[in-house]
């Protein structure tokens, strides 16, 4: 509408979706089971990648600590963690991950952050434009981290996310367990958000545009 607006004909507008790189998407269970091998992970445990960014930072490692400090309540799970290029937050993660009751990896930088999405159930990260969209492609539900007001930009992704029920807010560091222990315990409320996650992707659009 902004466009058309400015002056822009309807018929010269094209929506294609956001331009992601196509080695993110969905095959099957089979390569999901052998990303988590690869990663030295168990192929059948529930698994939690909690994503710090590319910078590694903000509130994710203080939400992070909460899933290592009440652990015990999650059976059958083990984690992921990208720390970035953050290396004072690698060795931090790191530390708390030796005290953990279940396996975490731990990772610094990284250029296959679609094998990491590959391999994990659900994902806990703030609502980065390409991450978001790199998630949904590869039919990975978002715990979205708006404990802190998100940015202008970021919000409107996060009331998109709610609305197409294809992610879940987290408003508060300590309901990061709650809700994955929901998760685990209830198989179709994560079925429905990886279905929502599918009908909201649109993993060709490079190629469209």
């Not at 004909?9 to 790189?21: E, N």
């Not at 990061?176 to 209830?186: D, F």
Request: proline fraction near 6%.
């Amino acid at each position: 509408q902004q466009l058309i607006d400015y002056g822009i004909r309807p018929d010269k507008i094209k929506i294609c979706g956001i331009p992601i790189h196509p080695k993110f998407h969905y095959e099957n269970e089979e390569e999901r089971a052998i990303a988590r091998a690869d990663l030295g992970l168990d192929p059948e445990k529930f698994t939690v990648f909690v994503n710090a960014g590319w910078i590694g930072g903000g509130n994710i490692p203080h939400i992070f600590e909460q899933i290592v400090d009440e652990g015990r309540q999650l059976t059958n799970t083990q984690g992921i963690f990208l720390a970035g290029r953050n290396e004072e937050l690698q060795k931090e993660a790191e530390r708390l991950a030796r005290r953990s009751v279940f396996p975490i990896k731990i990772i610094g930088y990284t250029d296959a952050m679609e094998k990491l999405m590959r391999a994990a159930d659900v994902m806990v990260s703030k609502l980065g434009g390409l991450t978001t969209f790199e998630a949904l492609a590869s039919r990975l539900p978002i715990i979205a981290d708006v404990t802190t007001p998100p940015m202008p930009q970021e919000s409107q992704t996060a009331q998109l996310l709610a609305r197409n029920k294809a992610g879940i807010l987290l408003e508060r560091a300590q309901d990061v367990v709650p809700i994955v222990r929901r998760l685990i315990a209830n198989p179709a409320e994560h079925a429905a958000l990886r279905l929502a996650s599918t009908r909201m992707a649109i993993p060709d659009a490079t190629r469209r545009i």
